[in-house]
């Protein structure tokens, strides 16, 4: 398979995948509106969750391998940011997590800026890609790779911790 009839079926993929994650967003939406929230807060299906570390991979994971595949010395630089993102997502979850909606399969989140930034973050750093493919090993390269790891991991441990409170709250709530 060609590097272009690659890259459309991947177009197609992030297509399917943004149209999905549009549905639950919506059906998060109108989940809010009939519930009682608080200021500041959202309601947003747990499966909307537990696919967002997804959404990280597919828009930077081609970037980190890429800058991985250069060195041992990006690779150690990826495990150190990969290791300073795990107690930020940590902190993170803990932070945004309110309570479990067991009927609607959702959770209460509060509202969050960061996450926002994260995600044009995230969507820079793919756009910029060609151009930081053909920097060498510089420090930008080094920074670029422990930043990216970092926010890779931030999300899948942010996930994990949410999905993992979720579970344990609606076992409690099952009769």
């Known amino acids: 398979m060609t590097s272009s009839s690659s890259n459309g079926v991947g177009a197609y993929v992030l297509l399917a995948f943004l149209v999905v994650m549009s549905v639950l967003r919506r059906r998060g939406v109108r989940q809010s509106k009939t519930g009682s929230l608080n200021k500041g807060e959202r309601q947003r299906p747990i499966l909307m969750t537990w696919l967002d570390p997804l959404l990280s991979v597919v828009f930077v994971g081609s970037v980190l391998w890429g800058l991985m595949s250069r060195d041992v010395g990006h690779v150690a630089i990826a495990l150190v940011g990969a290791a300073a993102g795990i107690p930020l997502g940590v902190a993170r979850a803990r932070t945004m997590y309110v309570r479990a909606v067991p009927d609607a399969k959702s959770v209460i989140f509060r ?65």
């Open 111 to 175: 509202r969050s800026t960061l996450e926002y930034g994260l995600l044009a973050v995230l969507l820079a750093l793919r756009i910029v890609e060609s151009s930081i493919a053909k920097l060498h090993n510089s420090p930008a390269t080094y920074a670029l790779t422990a930043l990216i790891a970092l926010a890779v991991a931030e999300s899948l441990t942010r996930t994990l911790a949410i999905g993992l409170r979720y579970h344990r709250e609606v076992q409690m709530l099952s009769p």
